[in-house]
């Protein structure tokens, strides 16, 4: 059984930094893209970054890219989201979520189907 742990979401002003954490339990971790998605109120959720199972493949929506970086240690079963220059904008909850298929990527939340709880970033202007 697969399950995903978000951390490190709260509260932050503008113009300031977080790094959210997702650890993932169950076997194979290295095996699948990892992705991080956000829904903010009465929206629908949206991809944010992905990152290939090996670490060497990542993607950004065009709205985070050059301010948010995705990575991952499969050491420890763990893929962080860093975030930088936030922006009331960016304010939603986080989820991180595994690829269905392993060695394949994809930014649509369709093709994902392990998710963890979701993290919640707010940020004041």
């Known amino acids: 059984q697969v399950q995903l742990v978000e951390s490190g979401g709260g509260l932050v002003q503008a113009g300031g930094s977080l790094r959210l954490s997702c650890a993932a339990s169950g076997r194979g971790f290295n095996s699948y893209t990892m992705g991080w998605f956000r829904q903010a109120p009465g929206k629908e959720r949206e991809f944010v970054a992905t990152?290939?199972?090996?670490?060497?493949?990542?993607y950004y929506a065009d709205s985070v890219k050059g301010r948010f970086t995705i990575s991952r240690d499969n050491a420890k079963n763990t893929v962080y989201l860093r975030m930088s220059s936030l922006a009331p904008e960016d304010t939603a909850v986080y989820y991180c979520?595994?690829?269905?298929?392993?060695?394949?990527?994809?930014?649509?939340?369709?093709?994902?189907?392990?998710w963890g709880q979701g993290t919640q970033v707010t940020v004041s202007s």
């Open positions: 979520a595994r690829r269905t298929l392993p060695f394949t990527s994809s930014y649509d939340p369709d093709d994902y189907n392990y």
């Open positions: 990152i290939s199972w090996s670490g060497s493949s990542t």
